[in-house]
């Protein structure tokens, strides 16, 4: 006679939190200020100017973009603003940076959008293992968040945890 099989985690009062479930879709853009350099070191204000304003705004409507300088160059403040401007209206986040802080400001957007009084003195695992690559930062956020709430966080997969906090008993 076969036993059954009880799936303990899913009886507990443990709650999973895996940030992949909350991860938007949406193309993510790079736009690189490089190829509007004069000879590839400089920024000549008018033909900056000028080329801006030959941008549509729409390719980049609802979308997640990082402005940024793949090249060495000096690039003054004001020009980033400009891009920033013009396309800020249509892009869903717009970042300063590399596909990498890109990546940190979406899912930092995530975690402030998270209502967290729902795991008011529960028991969460943070789940580890996803098929997207999660910034640590996410991590570190998330954990800092929930500290405030949860009685206990965990991270890792409902059959393998590491314990991460536990709140002091009163």
């Not at 799936?7 to 009062?13: D, F, Y």
């Not at 968040?145 to 009685?151: G, Q, T």
Request: charged share 30%; glycine share 4%; net charge positive.
């Amino acid at each position: 006679m076969a036993e059954e099989i009880v799936n303990r985690v899913k009886k507990s009062r443990t709650q999973l939190l895996d940030l992949e479930d909350i991860y938007p879709d949406g193309e993510r853009v790079i736009f690189d200020i490089a190829p509007y350099l004069w000879e590839g070191i400089a920024l000549k204000e008018k033909d900056f100017r000028e080329a801006v304003d030959k941008i549509d705004p729409e390719n980049f409507r609802g979308k997640y973009v990082a402005v940024t300088c793949r090249v060495d160059a000096t690039i003054p403040t004001w020009a980033y603003m400009l891009i920033a401007s013009k396309l800020g209206n249509s892009a869903k986040l717009m970042v300063f940076g590399s596909e990498k802080e890109l990546e940190n400001a979406i899912f930092e957007a995530l975690i402030h959008n998270i209502d967290f009084s729902k795991y008011t003195g529960e028991r969460v695992i943070i789940k580890g293992c996803s098929k997207r690559e999660v910034p640590v930062s996410a991590y570190v956020k998330l954990a800092a968040e929930l500290s405030k709430y949860a009685k206990q966080i965990m991270y890792g997969e409902p059959c393998s945890t590491v314990p991460v906090f536990k709140k002091p008993r009163r």
